[in-house]
């Protein structure tokens, strides 16, 4: 097992910035998960840990060793990749033995191995089979058991889960997760489905246009966005996010069809703004419809007022879709409430869990 180094690694093709002064450190034996949207620069920076890719800049290190320019061979790394790269002549034994042949291996070892890596994946009943009598699960197990058979000391792992159906996907996502737990190995898990990453990861390095946005525990990424990106991407339904203007006084922050006063120790962190245009943030599960329902653990609250547009029973949840000056926002309600589409309601907002960004760097600010 080793800690993963990356220092200021930049990769480009041509003149295209794939990924942009990347600086992240994977613990030993850590599950971080790199997660962001299509083209962000995920699968690049996962090859660059791999070997297959050289930084353009940059150095990487595993523990104290730089191994940059090293070839994928010399640094004990395993991948998992989305398509199911098993052989289709190769029985599922073969297929797992494969990577322990080629660093000869003597053959007792190698069984012992194989059967080792196929128990923990429970397909130690498939050995003889090829991979043409597997279903799309088993056969992205096979290709994890041949991924940890050598004891790799990084496991790389490209939206190894994509390819299977959402069930299937639930199931082998706590598979993995609790595998990895068992090996202690250090893993980096490349996803840009937030809610995989919101359960697998020991930590979420979010990743937007090449740059690394932030990186942090689930929980810390969920309810402490630094940015804009990474409170919308993160979360579903999205987080509401409404057009505002902080009074020049501070005390208040208003926008189409409502007002919001602020606590006292809110004023002072957002004192530059005061008159300023601001883009207020709220997730839906952080306001409630007064009269229906109640949020739990709540000690400072503001009430706006809207009328219902559209209701979204989901069974588990209600999503209230409710309409407040011209917009629309979400509000998420435990269980099953039905309420008259029309209706003039009003929504209740945590005051501890809204944001605030600054519109022009959509850092946030609070
Ligand atoms: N070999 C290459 N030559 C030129 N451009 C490339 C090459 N590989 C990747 N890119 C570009 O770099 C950017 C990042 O690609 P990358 O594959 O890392 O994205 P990703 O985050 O893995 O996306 P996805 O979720 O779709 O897999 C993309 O715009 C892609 O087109
Ligand atoms: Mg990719």
């Known amino acids: 097992m080793v800690e993963v180094r990356l220092d200021r690694i930049t990769k480009r093709f041509g003149n295209f910035e794939a990924v942009k002064e990347l600086s992240l450190t994977i613990k030993d034996g850590e599950f971080l998960v790199l997660l962001g949207p299509s083209g962000c ?5 996962l090859r660059m840990i791999s070997g297959l890719e050289e930084p353009s800049e940059g150095r990487i290190y595993f523990g104290d060793r730089d191994v940059t320019y090293l070839p994928p061979k010399d640094r004990n790394i395993s991948m998992v990749f989305q398509s199911y ?32 890596a196929a128990e923990l994946l429970q ?24 991924a ?46 937030q809610v995989e990453a919101m359960t697998m990861g020991d930590r979420i390095a979010v ?12 929980t810390e990424v969920y309810l402490k966005p630094n940015s804009l990106f990474v409170a919308t991407f993160i979360g579903a339904p999205e987080m509401n996010i409404l057009k505002a203007t902080l009074a020049g006084d501070g005390t208040t ?19 530059d703004y005061s008159g300023k245009d601001v883009l207020v943030g709220i997730r839906p599960e952080h306001m409630t419809v007064k009269g229906v329902s ?60 809204i944001h605030v960004f600054d519109p022009k760097t959509e850092k946030a600010i609070l």
């Open 253 to 271: 922050i208003e926008g189409d069809g409502f007002r919001i006063p602020l606590p006292g120790d809110f004023r002072e962190i957002l004192l």
């Open 85 to 116: 790269a098993v052989w289709p002549h190769m029985t599922v034994y073969d297929n797992i033995a494969f990577p322990l042949k080629i660093k000869k291996y003597p053959r007792e070892e190698i069984e012992r191995k194989v059967k080792w």
């Open 123 to 146: 397909i130690g009943n498939l050995l003889d089979r090829y991979p043409g009598q597997l279903s799309g699960g088993q056969r992205q197990r096979v290709a994890v058991a041949r």
């Open 41 to 45: 620069g995920k699968t690049t920076t």
């Open 294 to 353: 109640t949020l739990e653990h709540v000690t400072r609250s503001a009430e706006i007022e809207g009328s219902v547009d559209f209701i979204e029973a989901l069974g588990t949840d209600t999503i209230v879709h409710a309409k407040v000056g011209e917009k629309i926002i979400k509000v998420k309600l435990p269980g099953h409430i039905p309420i008259p589409i029309g209706e003039k309601i009003k929504i209740e907002i945590d005051l501890d869990n």
């Open 148 to 193: 940890i058979v050598v004891e790799p000391d990084v496991l790389l792992m490209d939206e190894p889960l994509s390819n299977l159906d959402a069930k299937l996907r639930v199931t082998m996502r706590a598979e993995i997760k609790k595998l990895q737990t068992k090996l202690g190995v250090t893993t980096v898990y490349v996803t840009h489905d």
């Open 207 to 218: 990743m937007n246009m090449g740059r690394l946005l932030q990186v942090g525990p689930p």
